[in-house]
């Protein structure tokens, strides 16, 4: 660099001193600038600067936009500013170029994100509108303009504004599901997600919304397969493999369902809840097999589905209870372990053991299900009275809790105080209307008095269409029918209840009466003979009804 210079130099003395006679003149006429070059000086400037973080970057920014106004010199300056989060600025810098360059569309969907970012959606809506007019046929602004509207829960405006962007385009339908979904329109959204992976088949967003609306429809068919797009597509984390285990379950291919566990990483998380999946189904097998792939000790939570699944699958009470007996303390499924283990000690009629987990639950946890066994247990040994205070002391604490309301009525209603009863159900109606045990209860109370049997039958009716295949309503709706003098329809009613419900006593002493109704000798028989072996609290009535009918 050094001899470059004195080359230079030498050079210069010779053309200034020896190159030119003393007359002669030299004179220099300097050469302006045009703004453009000062434009780009001041810019590369800027440039420099803004490398070093110099605070006079921004200087050196204005002077190259005085002199040429460039779109993208306020862009420039805008980001500057952005960057620095002095958004007002930025606003500024992008209005002014707005001015000089109006619908400038890098400058207007710049302004745009300033008022998105400051929450001003009206302004920004405007904003895009008018950019419209001069260009009405720009997809990213009508599809900004579309999530505006869907923002502001103006779904009919945002379907109106995607309905002028074409078809071809999958996000514009994804959208378009988006808003029948929020419009309640299942049918035209599953249309839309459905074009949105047929002409974009790797749209993960798509193939998840659309499986889940189609589970929402019932289709477990169609939203099985398409949850296994996103699986193919190696979207294999826990949350989906469990959605395709529940899907084929409910499919009734637990093959299928198990094979998605067997290719799962197998952690115990994941494996608990596949188990419970299982086990929920009543594939208590392949609930068992899958808690197989864990080796002891057992997290408390596979404690817990391992006593469950001895209880349900093996009727193993002893088994069930040790395991739950293992649950630790500080676990947090302890609480639901010790609820169960109570259940399992009253099943099994160790009324003192199902006390003291009781007694420890209602000291250890602000959970009316303690009060619950407690009033359960004392209802098995037939002190109603005593249970029904249990309930009532409970109730001070959780005065709406339908559980506890529920166990009362019925309480009441063993104590023979059906008015009472029948006021405690309709106080749990006015809580949850649509509660389907509370609607049949009255319904088959009144039934039982031979009182209103038109509203019997309409609110049984409310319950069946919650659950059509409960057993139990199926059997109200039959004495209903049987009160009526319908006896053809309790039949046909009752033998439906049964083949759900097999060893109830009443269903099957209900089955009885109405068989002998209709002088259906044997039937009733049967039906007596049924109730018998179902272990009845009125042994000596049945008895008698079975003499009436023996041949």
Avoid at 76 to 89: D, H, I, T, V
């Amino acid at each position: 660099m050094q001899k470059r210079t004195i080359k230079l130099f030498i050079i210069l003395f010779f053309l200034i001193f020896c190159g030119c006679s003393s007359k002669s003149k030299i004179t220099y006429t300097p050469i302006p600038y045009s703004k453009k070059a000062l434009s780009y000086y001041y810019y590369l400037k800027f440039l420099e600067t803004e490398r070093q973080n110099s605070p006079k970057a921004i200087e050196f920014l204005e002077k190259a936009i005085s002199y040429n106004p460039h779109p993208e010199l306020f862009l420039e300056a805008g980001r500057f500013y952005f960057k620095e989060k002095k958004l007002k600025k930025a606003e500024d810098f992008i209005k002014k170029g707005l001015q000089k360059f109006p619908g400038e569309k890098r400058l207007t969907f710049f302004l745009y994100r300033i008022y998105i970012l400051k929450n001003q959606k009206q302004n920004a809506l405007a904003l895009l509108k008018a950019y419209l007019k001069k260009h009405p046929e720009d997809k990213e602004a009508l599809k900004n303009i579309a999530l505006l509207y869907f923002e502001e829960k103006e779904y009919k405006k945002c379907l109106d504004v995607l309905k002028r962007i074409s078809k071809k385009d999958a996000f514009v339908h994804y959208f378009l599901a988006q808003c029948y979904i929020k419009l309640k329109n299942s049918d035209l959204a599953i249309f839309h997600l459905k074009k949105a992976v047929e002409l974009k088949s790797d749209f993960v967003r798509a193939w998840a919304e659309l499986g889940y609306q189609l589970e929402l429809m019932n289709d477990y068919a169609g939203a099985e397969q398409a949850y296994y797009e996103l699986y193919k597509r190696g979207i294999k984390n826990d949350e989906i493999r469990l959605k395709l285990i529940e899907l084929n379950l409910k499919l009734n291919n637990p093959e299928k369902a198990f094979s998605v566990v067997e290719e799962s990483q197998k952690s115990p998380n994941f494996l608990f809840k596949a188990a419970f999946l299982f086990v929920y189904e009543n594939f208590y097998t392949y609930g068992d097999k899958i808690l197989k792939f864990l080796s002891p000790p057992y997290p408390p939570e596979i404690l817990y589905l391992k006593g469950y699944i001895a209880f349900k699958r093996f009727n193993d009470y002893k088994k069930a209870i040790s395991y739950l007996k293992k649950i630790p303390e500080d676990a947090p499924i302890y609480k639901d372990g010790l609820l169960f283990l109570g259940r399992l000690y009253l099943a099994i009629e160790h009324t003192k053991d199902a006390y003291k987990v009781a007694k420890e639950g209602q000291a250890r946890f602000n959970d009316p299900d303690f009060w619950l066994l407690e009033s359960e247990i004392l209802r098995f040994k037939k002190d109603y009275k005593e249970a029904i205070r249990v309930v009532e002391e409970a109730l001070k604490k959780f005065p709406k809790n339908i559980d506890l309301l529920y166990q009362k009525g019925t309480l009441l209603y063993k104590l023979n105080k059906r008015e009472e009863a029948i006021k405690i159900m309709e106080s749990i109606l006015e809580i949850k209307p649509d509660y389907p045990d509370a609607l049949n209860f009255i319904g088959y109370t009144l039934a039982e008095m031979g009182k209103d049997l038109d509203r019997a039958f309409d609110l049984i009716k409310r319950a069946l269409k919650i659950e059509p295949n409960n057993g139990y309503y199926l059997d109200s709706l039959a004495w209903v029918f049987f009160k009526k003098g319908e006896f053809e329809k309790a039949w046909e009613m009752i033998k439906k209840a049964v083949k759900i419900v097999k060893d109830d006593p009443i269903i099957w002493e209900h089955y009885g009466d109405i068989a002998y109704k209709l002088k259906k000798v044997k039937e009733a028989k049967k039906g007596y003979t049924k109730a018998l072996k179902c272990k009845p609290e009125n042994p000596e009535i049945l008895h008698k009804k079975l003499k009436k009918v023996q041949p």
